[in-house]
């Protein structure tokens, strides 16, 4: 049984805005990037609140084997890793078909949306894309490595949930997930070109703050900054390609 989303079942799907610079656009949409950013700060907490949780029941819970306890934790960081857009309150639709590195930050599902599809092929795209087959292999080996490393973390902080290397974990999943509502959902390359800096900063913070608690766990997670340092170089790519939109969201006049 899929995991119930935090996400209100009725949101309507945010439309299509252009980030393209012209005379007749209004001014930043700054309520946008608000919204943006504390949806992001949400679901943070959200995730810091269910981690809280766990270690408030495990230190109440008695006879439970060291094993258990184990899996239970690879498990919930595996969850974390491919489904974190469960704790976000944004709509995270995912892209057409794995088609570049933007395509997806934990795995690739299928849009039939025509319109989605029209939006995905108008996009130039560079010659040195690695091929639509690579994606899901990359993604779900990058999965494994984060509940591997993030278990490893868990461990050598004294099985303790909630700890700045796993929290700066959960801020790297939701800055990424609010990312892919920027640039599948709104479609704002620009945007999207500004907002994978964020992306890639919060990667390799992860992975300092994870070698910090276990040089293993942070070499185990390493291979994720080295692809997604790739994928920004890609998205900044294909931003210069189409035309480089503004790097802010704009308003309708």
Not at 100 to 121: H, P, R, T, Y
Request: net charge neutral.
């Amino acid at each position: 049984t899929p995991a119930p989303s935090l996400r209100p079942p009725s949101a309507p799907r945010a439309p299509r805005m252009s980030s393209a610079a012209s005379p007749d656009e209004g001014p930043v949409d700054v309520a946008l990037l608000g919204k943006w950013a504390g949806a992001t700060v949400l679901q943070v907490a959200t995730i810091a609140a269910v981690l809280k949780g766990l270690d408030i029941g495990m230190a109440q819970a008695s006879g439970i084997p060291e094993v258990a306890t184990k899996a239970l934790a690879f498990l919930l960081f595996g969850f974390m890793a491919v489904r974190s857009r469960t704790f976000s309150i944004l709509d995270n639709s995912r892209p057409t078909k794995p088609t570049s590195a933007n395509s997806d930050w934990d795995e690739v599902e299928v849009d039939n949306s025509a319109e989605k599809k029209s939006l995905m092929s108008d996009v130039i795209r560079p010659s040195w894309m690695p091929p639509p087959i690579a994606f899901p292999f990359i993604w779900s080996t990058i999965g494994v490595l984060r509940a591997i490393a993030s278990v490893m973390v868990w461990e050598a902080t004294g099985r303790t949930f909630l700890s700045v290397p796993l929290l700066a974990y959960a801020l790297h999943l939701s800055i990424g997930d609010t990312w892919n509502t920027i640039n599948n959902v709104y479609q704002l390359k620009g945007t999207s070109a500004a907002g994978v800096c964020f992306v890639f900063a919060s990667v390799w913070n992860v992975i300092y703050r994870y070698y910090e608690a276990d040089q293993t766990a942070g070499l185990v997670l390493a291979p994720s900054g080295v692809w997604l340092s790739v994928a920004t170089v890609l998205i900044w790519t294909i931003w210069d390609l189409n035309g480089r939109d503004p790097f802010l969201p704009r308003s309708e006049k």
